[in-house]
T-cell receptor, first 114, second 113 residues
Framework: GAGVSQSPSNKVTEKGKDVELRCDPISGHTALYWYRQSLGQGLEFLIYFQGNSAPDKSGLPSDRFSAERTGGSVSTLTIQRTQQEDSAVYLCASSLESSAKAQYFGPGTRLLVL | AQSVSQHNHHVILSEAASLELGCNYS??????LFWYVQYPGQHLQLLLKYFSGDPLVKGIKGFEAEFIKSKFSFNLRKPSVQWSDTAEYFCAVIQTGANNLFFGTGTRLTVIP
């Protein structure tokens, strides 16, 4: 079946603008995750959604970052008032049921803030 | 602090050489362990995983990894690498009951034909 899809694949924006990144998980996967991959920083967890439970937002770096998951499927990650340090690849992953299951990653959105 | 360490940043091997990439973690309690691979220009793909049972797990493309609990290690091995194994390899750990994977910084493998 189809894997995790993300859009856009690349996004260039100016400092101070808001951006929205989209993730469409694998059909049937109830758990969805956002990670950030920065040069020299590795992969960092941002947020986790599981079904209708309250999301785990413990990895969000600041209140400029927020995410929604509508209808238990598609998710959007929003970064407000972008800063240059937000430049990174934003990865979405999904898994069956609980977080203990293997996570399958999308191709990512490469964000460049000028 | 919780961490995942991959000590080799860049490994260069000739085809048919044997491979071992180190991964150590520093968590107490029960963990699930993963190796992911990222081929040039492609996204992260799951190579293999360990949840419980036999500590020697086999993954795709001839890779295997051994979980040694006493050493907090989960090293990745392949007896004979191919040029197509050139990629970046990431070790990842999740504590049972936690929500997020912790990743190592990755090891870049270059296989010379």
């Amino acid at each position: 079946g189809a894997g995790v899809s993300q859009s856009p694949s690349n996004k260039v924006t100016e400092k101070g603008k808001d951006v929205e990144l989209r993730c469409d998980p694998i059909s049937g996967h109830t758990a969805l995750y956002w990670y950030r991959q920065s040069l020299g920083q590795g992969l960092e967890f941002l947020i986790y959604f599981q079904g209708n439970s309250a999301p785990d937002k413990s990895g969000l770096p600041s209140d400029r970052f927020s995410a929604e998951r509508t209808g238990g499927s598609v998710s959007t990650l929003t970064i407000q008032r972008t800063q240059q340090e937000d430049s990174a690849v934003y990865l979405c992953a999904s898994s069956l049921e609980s977080s203990a299951k293997a996570q399958y990653f999308g191709p990512g959105t490469r964000l460049l803030v000028l | 602090a919780q961490s995942v360490s991959q000590h080799n940043h860049h490994v260069i091997l000739s085809e048919a050489a044997s491979l071992e990439l180190g991964c150590n973690y520093s968590y107490g309690g029960t963990v699930n362990l993963f190796w992911y691979v990222q081929y040039p220009g492609q996204h992260l793909q799951l190579l293999l995983k360990y949840f419980s049972g036999d500590p020697l797990v086999k993954g795709i493309k001839g890779f295997e990894a051994e979980f040694i609990k006493s050493k907090f290690s989960f090293n990745l091995r392949k007896p004979s690498v191919q040029w197509s194994d050139t990629a970046e390899y990431f070790c990842a750990v999740i504590q049972t009951g936690a929500n997020n994977l912790f990743f190592g910084t990755g090891t870049r493998l270059t296989v010379i034909p």
